[in-house]
């Protein structure tokens, strides 16, 4: 499959989508307490201290990584409104900027003899 000769970027659907996800890490924050919650609950009701302890190592490892989800949704969402405000502030930029060189281009006239499209030669 050949390579794109550009990206089709809407600026305004990506920082919508960016928003989007950036909400959505409080509900991976929430799953991560409830974790915590649970295994702190059923810590409570072993009796067995090698199951205590699987136990005790497991949520060490899946709490923080829990957590670690609801942060990264967190900033993905960020990087992705940044993105998309940065592409539309560009589009804004070289848009000012083209108005303003075609205009220096317009007062300065042209010296072409015929239309450019023109199928007879100048004579």
Do not use: C
């Not at 929430?30 to 205590?52: C, F, M, N, P, V």
């Not at 220096?104 to 042209?110: I, L, M």
């Amino acid at each position: 499959m050949p390579e794109p000769a550009f990206f089709e970027v809407h600026p305004d659907e990506v920082i919508r989508a960016g928003h989007a996800t950036a909400h959505t890490s409080r509900p991976w924050d929430s799953w991560a307490r409830r974790i915590r919650i649970t295994y702190q609950e059923t810590a409570g009701k072993l009796h067995d201290t090698r199951i205590l302890y699987a136990m005790d190592r497991y949520a060490e490892m899946v709490v923080p990584a829990a957590t670690r989800v609801g942060q990264r949704v967190a900033n993905l969402g960020v990087d992705t409104t940044s993105a998309g405000s940065v592409v539309h502030n560009s589009d804004v930029d070289a848009a000012t900027t083209l108005h303003r060189q075609s205009g220096t281009a317009a007062e300065q006239g042209s010296f072409l003899s015929r239309p450019v499209n023109s199928w007879t030669t100048a004579t």
